[in-house]
Structures are given as structure tokens and as C-alpha cells.
């Protein structure tokens, strides 16, 4: 019993460095983290070097808050700071890992319906040059199985994407097992995981994907403006993109632009200067989760979905769940008539919550209670009750 009340303490005294939760029950971190107090000071820190010393800021502080931010990060998804490229958002990063491949020989591309727009659209939008994309169906639209995946990818696929947690249901998928098949048909593979580093482990070195991309906007607390793409070694090494900027170049204060030389590792991919607030606002918002530790953070999580799933049962809302709560990250969603309308009655009410086509999203993080679970689900049956769902 004391262990249970330090630990709950501890969640507590981490809540109030948000100064969100004294004026509203925010439970939307699957679309924006939540600000917290070193998060703005940090970004103060940069507005204050600008004030004080100028472009001078560049050379030392700003630049080694950039080399900081990509070996926390690293350490974060247990790769090495020469696997990791920074970007100002994960479609620019997409972009690089899309220029690097010849599609005239191996044209394929596997995905599923599941996938966030931006993932689609980067190989959509390259059909009419060649580019065929096989999307796989979800019949539940919860998850893909994973034979489905083994059958699509054949001796002309050149890359398989998918999700880790898919952004509409939370449901957890084996990457693992995505890049297993990818490689036994020699294709790379690619893994959005913007939905789950920050709140769930993640080895790379153990999933053997190739590509990774993520950024600070939700789970990892950073803000917009940040974004992270893990790039295999090995693959870095033999691959040339094409989108790129300065900053992929290898003497890039050299300023020679008589001549291409490509930087080692994952810094070949990426393009100009980066969004220097961002990268310190990401810093502290990684320093949050590191010091934390990801598998506290999501035993913390399990705790929170397993009482909001059982709450919802009990209040009769039919929670789309796969089974077990443990296979859902920290997404659960509810279907309603009209999303939208119970969004905006919940904000009325101090709740934030998020919806998506005939859904609403609920997204708990380690900074809410179980109190914030249940007033989230007694509103929302209430609201039910008044006919808005």
C-alpha cells in the first residue's frame, strides 16, 4: 500500500510540472503532448541566446544543443547518434527516404489502409512516375494481420511501410515482423512510430528496421517543429538521397558547391537548417521521458487504458478494443455519430479530447489520473444521454 500511494505520488508531483491540468482535464496526447514548465524554459533559453549573443549563438551553443538532442534521442531507441537525421517534420524526413530508391526495377510499395495520410501521400503522389503502391486492407480497421503483409511483398517490392500503433485504433504491431518479411524479399522497411516512442519501448537494433521515423509533437512532449528519422547503418551506407541540403553535405561549412560529398551515416539525409526552438524544446521534452525511463512510462499507460477500457464497458460506449488492453499504446477510441459535436461539447465541459472519422480519440499519458479516466467517461455517457454521440 505505501509503495502504491509513493508511486501515485510520484505521478502527481510529475503532473504538476504541466500547467495545463489547473484549468482543464487534457486528454489528447495523441495529438500534442502537453507543454510542460522545462519545455518552455527551454525555448526561453534560445530566445535569450538569440537576444544576447546574435549568430553567434550558432557556433557552440545552438549547434551543440543540435548534436545533444540527436544522441538523447538515440539513446532513447538504442542507436547510435550517426543513425539519427534531424528534421522540421516527419513528411520532410519521409521525402529523403523516398528519394533514395530506383523504382524502375523494384516498383513496389506496401501499406495499409491504417496508415497516417502523410505516409500515403509521399508514395501516392509518385504513381504516375512508376510507383505501385499495394495498399492491404483492414477488415476490423483496428489492425493488419501479419500474413497479409508476407503475401503482398514480393520480388519487386522496394520498400514495406507500416505503423507501430495505428493512429486511429492504438493497436500495437509487430515491426519486428514487418522488417523480417521485408528483408527475406530483399526490400527495405520503414516504421512510423510517431504513435509510440516516448510512451512504449523501442529497440531498433532489436526490430532490424531500417527506417524510423518519429518526432516531438506527441508522446516524446517536444512540440511541432521536431522530428527524428532512425536510419540503419548498414542501409545509410549504401544508399544516396537526393533531397537533401547542407546539412547531408560532409564539409558543409565548407561551402563548396563545386562538388558533392555526402556526410557518413543518417546526417546524409538530411536538409537545411534545422528549427533551432524546436531542437530545444524537443531536448527538454526527451529529458522528461529519459529521466522517467520508457518502461515506467508504460506500465503507467497499461494502468490508465485498462481502467478507461473498463469504465467505458461498464458506461455501455463500446470502446474499440483488440482483446486485451495490453495490446492497445495509449489510444482508445470510441465510435460516435458525430465526433465532432462530442468534442466540442466536451471542451465546454474543460475536456479536450480529439476525434477522427466516426471516432472520438482517448489519449491518457502518465500525467493523468484515474480520476481524469473516469470524469472523461461519465461525461461522455452523460453527453450520450442528452443525445450528443
Not at 502537453?34 to 518552455?40: F, N, P, Q, T
Not at 529521466?291 to 474499440?320: D, F, K, N, T
Not at 455519430?337 to 474543460?350: C, Q, S
Request: proline share 4%; glycine share 8%.
Amino acid at each position: 500500500m505505501k509503495s502504491q500511494t509513493s508511486t501515485e505520488a510520484r505521478w502527481l508531483a510529475y503532473r504538476q510540472e504541466f500547467p495545463i491540468f489547473e484549468r482543464l482535464t487534457y486528454f489528447n496526447s495523441c495529438s500534442l503532448g502537453a507543454l510542460s514548465r522545462r519545455v518552455a524554459a527551454a525555448v526561453r533559453r534560445f530566445t535569450d541566446l538569440w537576444d544576447t549573443r546574435g549568430a553567434a549563438a550558432w557556433y557552440g551553443s545552438w549547434l551543440d544543443e543540435v548534436e545533444q538532442l540527436r544522441s538523447r534521442f538515440a539513446s532513447l531507441i538504442g542507436a547510435t547518434p550517426d543513425e539519427v537525421a534531424i528534421f522540421p517534420s516527419v513528411t520532410s524526413a519521409l521525402t529523403a527516404v523516398a528519394s533514395c530508391f530506383d523504382y524502375r526495377s523494384r516498383p513496389g510499395v506496401v501499406l495499409s489502409e491504417l496508415e497516417f495520410p502523410t505516409t500515403v501521400y509521399q508514395w501516392l503522389a509518385k504513381v504516375p512516375s512508376g510507383v505501385q503502391l499495394r495498399t492491404l486492407p483492414s477488415q476490423e480497421r483496428m489492425t493488419v494481420a501479419l500474413d497479409a503483409y508476407e503475401r503482398a511483398i514480393g520480388a519487386g517490392t522496394q520498400l514495406v511501410v507500416g505503423s507501430h500503433v495505428y493512429f486511429t485504433s492504438g493497436v500495437i504491431q509487430d515491426i519486428a515482423a514487418l522488417a523480417h518479411f521485408a528483408h527475406a524479399k530483399g526490400a527495405y522497411c520503414l516504421i512510423d512510430a510517431y504513435q509510440s516512442i516516448g510512451q512504449m519501448p523501442v529497440n531498433v537494433r532489436d526490430t532490424a528496421v531500417d527506417f524510423l521515423v518519429t518526432g516531438g509533437l506527441k508522446w516524446l512532449l517536444g512540440g511541432p517543429g521536431i522530428a527524428y528519422l532512425y536510419v540503419r547503418r548498414e542501409a545509410a551506407a549504401r544508399l544516396h538521397p537526393t533531397s537533401v541540403g547542407w546539412f547531408a553535405h560532409r564539409r558543409q561549412f565548407d561551402f563548396d558547391i563545386t562538388s558533392w560529398d555526402y556526410a557518413d551515416g543518417a546526417r546524409r539525409f538530411e536538409g537545411g537548417t534545422p528549427s533551432v526552438a524546436a531542437v530545444y524544446a524537443g531536448r527538454a521534452g526527451l529529458d522528461i521521458v529519459a529521466e522517467i525511463g520508457v518502461q515506467a512510462l508504460r506500465e503507467r499507460q497499461i494502468e490508465l487504458v485498462r481502467h478507461l477500457v473498463s469504465g467505458a464497458e461498464r458506461a455501455g460506449l463500446h470502446p474499440r478494443t483488440s482483446g486485451q488492453a495490453d495490446q492497445l499504446a495509449g489510444i482508445l477510441t470510441i465510435p460516435r455519430a458525430d465526433p465532432n459535436a462530442v468534442v466540442a461539447a466536451l471542451a465546454e465541459r474543460g475536456i479536450i479530447i480529439d476525434y477522427r472519422p466516426g471516432l472520438i480519440r482517448l489519449s491518457p499519458y502518465f500525467y493523468n489520473t484515474i480520476e481524469d479516466c473516469e470524469r472523461v467517461v461519465h461525461a461522455i455517457a452523460d453527453l450520450e444521454q442528452q443525445g450528443i454521440a
